[in-house]
């Protein structure tokens, strides 16, 4: 049974159903809360925490509820939307460390506005994440987003340097660290890293540690000039062993490397106006090559390398079908093509979800060493079902995507996500690499960590939130609090 909660109305609490319909659902899952806040400031958020804390009452923050594992949506209690926190940003030199600029930025700020903004004064924030145009910069930090850009610039982690937030009793606080803290780039978003920053604890915690209201990230005082690359495979493991070649030539200037299996240039294929496909090509790569002054330079030594690579291959007119970008308008069209891949996977799952089918996706990471072992292994697993596979490759993080029709595909293809997940950590990588746990995916903390390690992380959560009241169902099972 549901449980009850009396939420008063002066917390501004929203009750009217159909208000909270606009509220009850993800890209991929539903679910309705009690009511809906929407504070208009960091003192509100405190109030209304300060409430929740005395009384039991659970809050889940959200952004724009663009994530991936329900870790956005509430079935009980409070959904704290910071849609309406401060949105404006401001960009000071560290008086810390000269020479080096920080970003002071509302929650509610939208990522692409933010860095659009800054690029026209010549500043460069890297995170990339695909929900750019959609998400709000307090949740990249929550959840440490990456992105397409990740190969050369991880993760969110590496350029938070310090952040406002409330705590689940109400109190304000303010944190900061500095570059000798700069916080690792790779890929890792499962459950707590064991540090001592505080920073580092609220980056990833998907609000089950307290509400960002305001966070200060490191900022480029330059913005880099690259090239966008499109690259045809005959096979997936011609593709994979470029991965690896390409990854030990590139000197810094391999920006992003993205795979894209057949499946998804069909999607691009069908949805993309003027992608062009060579019909053999059964895999694809998307670079972006920075470059300082000229592209020509990056330019020829890359095709260099393609040359090298599709002669071993004995694919050498496949160099033929290599297709660069230069051009603003080009790239943002070449990034428009990346992101109609997931928009139309979500889609089609969509219209599956009154079956009991859906999407189940994949975040699981291994080293570059053992990508070619991870794909012919899960692809021995297909048997029948339906994905498409696109992602981050040069980090060794694809995203596998099955599209289950009801519910025993649904459930069949659950069963193979846990298998897969197992089999990445046995080879040295993860369970999740960039989009968390939430509440759909909870049950993969124990695959990647000791039992020992789960207690560290559970008595943390104790210590900041001892009456568990913030983001329940995130990252833990609830059973872990009974």
Known sequence: MKPHYD?????????????????????????MPDALVRPQSVEEVSRILSYCHSH????????????LTAAAIADHGILMSSEKLESGWRIHEDPEQPGRWLAYVGAAANLAAFQDSIAAQGFFYPPDPTSREEILVGATVATNASGEDSFKYGSTRRWVRGLQY?????????????????????????????RESEVDLLIGCEGTLGVITEVIVEVLPFVPEFVSMFVFFENEGH??????????????ELRCCEYMDRAALDILVQGADGFQCPETAEAALYLKLEFAGDCQGVLETWLDHLEGIFDHLQSAHLLDAVQAFTDAPAQRMLRHWRHLIPATINERAAQYRDYGGGKVGTDWYVPLNRLTEMFTRVRDDQDGADWVVFGH??????????????????????????KHCQLAVELGGGVSGEHGLGKKKSQLLAMQYSERDIQEMVAIKRKYDPQHIMAPGNIFPDSLFK
């Not at 002066?10 to 539903?30: F, M, N, Q, T, W």
């Not at 109400?170 to 690792?184: F, L, N, P």
């Not at 593709?239 to 810094?252: K, N, Y």
């Not at 596998?400 to 293809?413: G, S, T, V």
């Open 56 to 67: 039991g009452i659970p809050v889940t923050p959200c952004g724009n509820q663009t994530s």
């Open 393 to 418: 490759i040069g980090n060794g993080h694809p995203h596998f995507n099955f599209i289950a029709k009801d519910l025993r595909e649904y459930q069949r293809d659950r069963e193979l996500l846990f």
């Open 7 to 31: 939420i008063p109305n002066d917390l501004g609490a929203i009750k009217d159903r159909d208000i909270l319909e606009g509220y009850s659902s993800d890209p991929l899952h539903v679910a």
């Open 239 to 252: 593709a994979l062993w470029a991965v690896g070649q390409m990854a030990e030539r590139s000197s810094g």
């Open 166 to 194: 409330v705590r689940p009793d109400g109190e304000i606080r303010r944190v900061m660290r500095y570059a000798d803290e700069k916080g690792s780039a790779h890929k890792n978003t499962c459950g707590y890293p064991f």
